[in-house]
């Protein structure tokens, strides 16, 4: 059983194309997480949904919109999409406890981007 | 404001020979520190994780890792490489104290391991 799961995990597509990557964890953690890697391996965090609440949104276009269904699920849609969207997604979520110990996050295998 | 330093973007070790991987921090509050590990064309699996507890941290496959509050130092160490530890390795700083629940990771340090 995957913890984290995201699909898909290659996407090859136009620019302009709008495209949507899924996420959903069956660990039961109240806090979900957006995260992108780029060339250069650098990994910072776009958005952090807690309980279906969007908690954090980092400096990101407005082409990006993250939703959150439920607690298990968060997808990312991406709307008009550019060369410089070209990236690795990972997926990932944590326990929600504010200020427990247990602040790792458990991270899904990543969705490869190319956009040509 | 939290932030993480690695201080080497690649290192390169033989096999059997010891490992360490540096990292720097700087964070307003009490942080909790974690590396991760990344192979190739892969996710993200923890290696080890300091939250106030023991500031010597054993983990994985044989790392382990000393959080050093006057120093602001989370060094990642192994005594003796072996080739499946060539890998993408992330030093990432987790504020505790305050709401913001989200990781900071360090720019990454590839681990290069000569047979």
């Known amino acids: 059983d995957t913890a984290v799961s995201q699909t898909p995990k290659y996407l090859v597509t136009q620019m302009g194309n709008d495209k949507s990557i899924k996420c959903e964890q069956n660990?039961?953690?109240?806090?979900m997480y957006w995260y992108k890697q780029d060339s250069k391996k650098f990994l910072k965090i776009m958005f952090s949904?807690?309980?279906?609440?969007?908690?954090i949104n980092e400096t990101v276009p407005n082409r990006f919109s993250p939703k959150s269904p439920d607690k298990a699920h968060l997808n990312l849609h991406i709307n008009s999409l550019e060369l410089g969207d070209s990236a690795v997604y990972f997926c990932?979520?944590?326990?929600?406890?504010?200020?427990?110990?247990?602040?790792?996050?458990?991270f899904g295998q990543g969705t490869r981007l190319t956009v040509v | 404001a939290q932030s993480v330093t690695q201080l080497d973007s690649h290192v390169s070790v033989s096999e059997g020979t010891p490992v360490l991987l540096r990292c720097n921090y700087s964070?307003?509050?009490?942080?909790?520190l974690f590396w991760y590990v990344q192979h190739p064309n892969k996710g993200l699996q923890l290696l080890l994780k300091?939250?106030?507890?023991?500031?010597l941290v054993k983990g994985i496959n044989g790392f382990e890792a000393e959080f050093k509050k006057s120093e602001t130092s989370f060094h990642l160490t192994k005594p003796s490489a072996h080739m499946s530890d060539a890998a993408e390795y992330f030093c990432?700083?987790?504020?505790?104290?305050?709401?913001?629940?989200?990781?900071?990771f360090g720019s990454g340090t590839r681990l290069q391991v000569q047979p």
């Open positions: 990932a979520s944590s326990p929600g406890t504010t200020g427990g110990l247990n602040t790792e996050a458990f």
């Open positions: 949904y807690n309980n279906k609440e969007l908690i």
């Open positions: 300091y939250t106030s507890a023991a500031t």
């Open positions: 660990l039961g953690h109240d806090t």
């Open positions: 964070s307003s509050y009490s942080p909790s």
């Open positions: 990432v700083v987790s504020e505790v104290d305050t709401g913001r629940r989200a990781l900071t």
